[in-house]
């Protein structure tokens, strides 16, 4: 199929002055199972929409149990070969892919912005975050070491190796497209697993282009395997992935609710889970923080990607001492920082959630924050850049009782909440039953390790507001998950260990 027929609405491959596809041929919407594209056996398609205005930009093979047990199977015969494959080979395959994507990372740019409606530049700088895990694993290809370990019996040896597990499921998220199938899909390969990935419905595009970039990179057939389904299906194709019994280990970024009916499924046949699943990552400003460094590090935490990641700070804990002069350097500072417009515009760093499923629920905590006493600072619904379009918000007075303190709004809006005192603060951010991230700021370097070390979190930003990258172990605590990825342990995730004992 020509590539550009694939799409219902008028994208623009030409804006000038920036041409926004180097060429086509990453676009497609059909399935990749076993070394070949399909579409759904049934011929079903579901519609993957445009952020910026709801348009409908394409129909992607809608697949369901039955297509997803073609991949797994196809997978597990791919495995008996690719677990053999030296290590050195595998990494050349891993830098082979890297390079690929290197070399169209301003098409993957693209995609990610016509499915997520996230502005060009910062889709730009996600690519490379995806870049960055390629090349990390590459790099621990050949690091996954066994061990000696000296024997209570004299005549005996005892020695470990480590060995991949078989058929690994991705389930990745909507919010990522790009760095969330690297991060997962390229640990479970370096390790030398073989991969049944499922995207989420809003953004299959950038996985199926992925794909594409592997085949070319040489992939074995089977190995890599990509199975796209739409709301309705996506059940079925979760539910295939956590019972087959060729599955061995389900990979899952997502909300902690579905989260848990995952694990629960996989427990049936023992399967390994690795889960990063919700944050509600507090942020906290201490009386003697640096208000100007405090308002930058919340502006990179909470309002990158227009609020929508997991470790995006959700509930703002400012001293109560501060909080006029916090809230109005906050207003000043998104003035300077964000610039709104077509997410096309290389200057604008600021877009529409992803959907109005979104907006509804940025609506929904806003007015019930209002509703209980708190008040808007600046900001507030504004949809006349689009239907999913929400500006960058700062609300005072938040207070127990408030759903953004118990949910997460993952959207644009900073809610302040005053407090008094180190003691009080550190009880509030623990109130959580998640434990993704936390972030702070102090000047106090005897604080800055006590509260460190007090927040019951996977990942701390003391004085920094991002806590991601390819080279550090990322996930949480409490119901924020299972398991790490990226880090020196990143493949262990994805790596059995076997015991060898020899008599001499």
Known sequence: MIPELLFKKSIPYEVRPYRIFEELSLIDNRSFIDGKWVMA??????QV???ENDAIICEVADLDSADTRQAIE???KAFLMYRTMPHRERRWLMRRWGDQIKANKADLAALCTIELGKPYTESLGSVQYAIDFIDWFEGEIERTFGETIPAARGNNRILTVREPQGVVAC??????PVA?????VGAALAAGNTVVCKPAPETPLCTIALAKLFERAGGPQGVFNVVTAGPENTPLVGQELCSHPAVKHLSFTGSTAVGRILNTECAKTIKKTSLELGGNAPFIVFEDANIKEAVLGLISSKFRSSGQTCVCANRVFVHASIMNDF???LTEGLKYSLVYGSVWDRKVNF???YSRKGIMKVEDHLEDAVRHGATIHSGGKDTSLGPNFFPATVVKGGRAGMKFLTEETFGPIAFLVPFEDEDEVIELANSSDVGLAAYFYTENISRLWRVSEALKVGMV???VGLVSAAEQPFGGVLQSGLGREGGSTALEEYLDIKSITIGI
Do not use: H
């Open 74 to 76: 196809a997978a597990n």
């Open 41 to 46: 056996a049934t011929g079903k398609t579901f």
């Open 171 to 176: 389930i990745t998220p909507w919010n990522s």
């Open 351 to 353: 877009g529409p959630l």
């Open 461 to 463: 930003g003391a004085r």
């Open 180 to 184: 969330m199938v690297t991060r997962k």
């Open 49 to 51: 929409l445009d952020p």
């Open 327 to 329: 809230a109005d350097a």
